[in-house]
């Protein structure tokens, strides 16, 4: 395929022009893949989308593919980068453990498109098919993995938390957050109120921290102090991510 001379990089575009045109064209391609997926996206909405012509769109990824790797891999980093904020603060490991979990809530709620891509790549992966998600794996869930291992041995050692199985205080702080938001709508069945409400987030994303620090913690009076400073400095998501994600949901 013959590659575009007047909008190439080098020749009709500045360093940055070119990578402000690319990261245009990630964010359409993220917008596109979490919305129908690797088979059902095209690649004219995303270069719609970008305001670029299709022969740029190739010429930055060289095909769909190629394309889909490079935003999965951009919402991948962007996880990892917000994740290790939190786990690398300058803190004791009690109170990073609180902000890793309140990361991951509030994370769910304004990386929306990460979430359903990798929704996506585990049915991919279920019905046999190679998939991306080594991608996630290898980027963002096996580093952060062996950091969380890392905070919570700290964490016990250092006589801060309780001696537990460290996996099992991990999906105590992580867990509960994913099977809140999967299991939404069978909640608001058995409740009576919408969970995902920008109400009801704000109460759920407190009550984690609240619940984590009477429960994770030796000194519990220590543990709920920890948890109300993190949360005073940890504003939750604005009122119009929430109901972005709440429409979204729905």
Known sequence: MSRPTANHP?????????????????????????????????????????????????????????????????????VRESAMAAILRDATPGERLLRAALNHFDRILTQRD????????????????????????????????????????????SGELIAADWLQMVLAALGANVFYFLSAPVWQLVLGFDPLDARALRRR???????????VFLDRSRGAELAARVLADTPAPSARELKKFEVKSK
Do not use: C, W
């Not at 994303?205 to 009477?214: K, M, N, P, S, Y």
């Open 114 to 157: 990460f979430q359903i891509l990798m929704q996506r790549e585990m049915m991919r992966l279920r019905s046999g098919e190679e998939g991306a998600l080594h991608v996630l794996v290898d980027r963002v869930f096996k580093p952060l993995q062996d950091m969380f291992e890392s905070m919570v041995k700290e964490g016990i050692a």
């Open 10 to 78: 080098d020749t009709g575009q500045s360093a940055d022009r070119a990578a402000e045109t690319r990261g245009r064209i990630l964010e359409a391609a993220l917008r596109e893949f979490s919305a129908n997926g690797l088979a059902g996206a095209r690649t004219e909405q995303i270069a719609a989308a970008a305001g670029v012509n299709k022969a740029l769109l190739y010429y930055y990824f060289a095909g769909k593919e190629k394309l889909y790797q490079a935003a999965l891999e951009l919402a991948a980093a962007r």
């Open 205 to 215: 994303r407190v009550a984690l921290v609240e619940f984590l620090g009477q429960t």
